[in-house]
């Protein structure tokens, strides 16, 4: 077969380089359905890959290239299985059950609600699992994020995240968790840590927690899709309250980005590039949500997430609806995050003072002291009441604990703002 141009084939590598960023999590959530097996999995995925920087730039991108690579994956593992069955005859039964356990067929292209990657959820969050070490290996295996970054998003070490994810595995390996979503009884005491780990996904996507940009769409869209399926097979008010939280936050985000990649607070959003499409769609689930039995926390967030949707402009948003609401949220969940979005709408609607005031209710008890948002709420309201150094001093130390750069160039523009308004 004669070889492509040279254009052509750089063409190919950047194919690949995007199927690689928008299919590997997919193709790898097969890959462990197929070889039951996270660390097999894995090197089959990038085997798979080497394979297609050798042959697509010589051959053509293949019709299907999920299904290419899932097949081409599951072919080197098993000839890897085989080389190793040399030095370990124990291994022997393992490729012939594998061998045997699948056809060549295209089954891993079903999109139906029997996903791969959802299934791969319900078994990362398996019960005998503990919390932390679902999130941590779903984050890892499912979302793609780094050891470093889910380190950052729970706020410890990488090598305590590591050591998660290897035992999770080692667990899920030696006790044979199935790899399956549950029966239907069994979902809803699985249920919790799916969703936690859907909304943990979201905002990693919504708002990155480290990096040169402030989003990570393919992740919150990948969130999005998973929740459909979830909301389709399992229809009760936390799931389609959650859905509809992540599709009311989603429809802001042509707006929460300027033309340079700086962050747009929403105050100053340009309200005519919200999708409204996916508002009314996120109404209409925040209102089912809200009328069926056992909402909770996602149900609300997104109640107060659909208020400041249907406001006119910053100014005109019920901040007393909102208000009522968190009391609601901090009744069913007290936290100290929700407290602290609760002072932002005090503040709103009583002033810069009573905003501070409630902060301080927060730090006092010695609550979200490394917190960037924390600091960067205050800085604020210092500003709004005139204490410029305060509001200085709290803008730098937000500044520190920050690790995104366009929430730094933010908090530097903010600062600046101070020194000219001082002059």
């Known amino acids: 077969m004669p070889e492509q141009p040279l254009d052509s084939r750089q063409h190919i590598v950047a194919d690949i380089n995007e199927i690689y960023r928008q299919e590997s999590r997919r193709v790898l959530a097969t890959l462990i359905r197929l070889l039951r097996d996270f660390d097999l999995a894995e090197e089959a995925l990038h085997d798979a890959f080497i394979a297609a920087l050798a042959q697509w730039p010589v051959e053509g991108v293949p019709h299907n290239p999920r299904a290419w690579l899932v097949s081409t994956g599951r072919f080197k593992a098993i000839d890897n299985l085989r080389r190793r069955v040399l030095f370990n005859k124990s291994l022997a039964g393992i490729v012939e059950e594998l061998e045997s356990s699948v056809s060549d067929s295209e089954d891993w292209l079903n999109e139906t609600i029997e996903d791969d990657q959802l299934k791969l959820i ?153 999708n409204r499409i996916q508002i009314a769609e996120a109404s209409q689930l925040i209102q089912r949500a809200l009328g069926l039995g056992g909402f909770g926390v996602y149900s609300v967030q997104a109640a107060i997430a659909a208020v400041h949707a249907e406001a006119p402009s910053y100014g005109e948003t019920d901040w007393s609806e909102i208000i009522g609401l968190y009391d609601l949220l901090m009744r069913l969940n007290p936290s100290p995050v929700i407290e602290l979005n609760r002072a932002v709408a005090v503040a709103m609607r009583e002033g810069a003072h009573a905003g501070l005031q409630a902060v301080k209710a927060i730090t006092e008890r010695g609550e979200l002291l490394d917190y960037h948002l924390l600091h960067a709420v205050m800085a604020d309201f210092y500003r709004r009441s005139g204490q410029v150094e305060a509001a200085r001093a709290a803008y730098q130390q937000a500044l520190a604990l920050t690790q995104q750069e366009p929430e730094r160039r933010f908090l530097q523009g903010k600062m600046a703002e101070l020194t000219h308004t001082e002059k």
């Not at 990488?158 to 390996?173: E, F, G, H, L, P």
């Not at 990570?216 to 899709?225: L, V």
Request: proline share 3%; net charge negative; with cysteine.
């Open 122 to 274: 319900f078994t990362c969050c398996h019960p005998s699992l503990s919390l932390d070490a679902q999130l941590a290996l779903t984050l890892r295996e499912v979302c793609g994020l780094t050891t470093e970054e889910i380190a950052r998003a729970f706020l410890t070490k990488t090598s305590t995240i590591a050591q998660r994810i290897v035992r999770a595995k080692n667990k899920i390996r030696d006790a044979a968790i199935p790899y399956e979503i549950p029966a239907r009884h069994e979902l809803p005491e699985r249920i919790t840590s799916v969703l936690h780990t859907l909304y943990l996904l979201f905002n990693e996507g919504y708002s990155a927690s480290s990096g040169e940009s402030l989003t990570r769409h393919s992740i919150s869209q990948e969130a999005i899709r998973l929740g459909r399926l979830l909301a389709e097979l399992l229809p009760q008010a936390e799931v389609i309250g959650l859905l509809g939280l992540m599709l009311v936050q989603d429809s802001r985000s042509m707006a929460r980005i300027d033309q340079h990649g700086d962050l747009v607070t929403l105050e100053q959003q340009d309200r005519s590039l919200w």
